[in-house]
């Protein structure tokens, strides 16, 4: 478990939008880790965690993309029923907000990397890494 920076880019709900932006952090050499994409009517939003935030961002400054960021918690889930919701509920038993969730796509043999966005991401990172009995066991 980590916290992490997660960037936030707008955009125009249009062709070709999903693909310049993976083909821009491709040219970057920026590896995509988790993403989610919101839509608004016209507009939308994808929340992304790269492996190079620093140059994920000079690509966007480049090419004019406006962006934000903001800390997220990162944990490893493993593929297992149950997974999930054992950190939901220790968020939960300790008031912990979760905003939002996305997950990446699983590898084979590897856990499911889930992005969490909540109200103290330093605190449920300490929470979750602090061997609380009600914390998940086998993240790492």
């Known amino acids: 478990m980590s916290v992490k920076r997660q960037l936030i880019v707008g955009w125009q709900n249009r062709p070709g939008?999903?693909?310049?932006?993976?083909?821009?952090?491709?040219?970057?050499?920026?590896?995509?880790?988790?993403?989610?994409?919101?839509?608004?009517?016209?507009?939308?939003?994808?929340?992304?965690?790269?492996?190079?935030?620093?140059?994920?961002?000079?690509?966007?400054?480049?090419?004019?993309v406006a962006h934000t960021s903001i800390e997220v918690l990162v944990v490893d889930l493993g593929n297992e029923p149950g997974a999930l919701a054992r950190i939901a509920r220790t968020l939960s038993d300790h008031k912990i907000i979760i905003e939002y969730f996305y997950a990446s796509a699983p590898i084979a043999g590897q856990a499911v990397m889930g992005v969490f966005k909540v109200s103290d991401p330093v605190k449920a990172d300490e929470l979750l890494t602090s061997g609380d009995p009600a914390a998940p066991t086998g993240e790492s």
């Open 17 to 64: 939008e999903l693909a310049n932006f993976c083909e821009a952090l491709a040219d970057g050499g920026v590896n995509i880790l988790a993403m989610a994409t919101a839509e608004a009517g016209e507009y939308g939003a994808v929340r992304v965690l790269v492996d190079d935030v620093k140059t994920a961002r000079e690509v966007f400054r480049e090419q004019g």
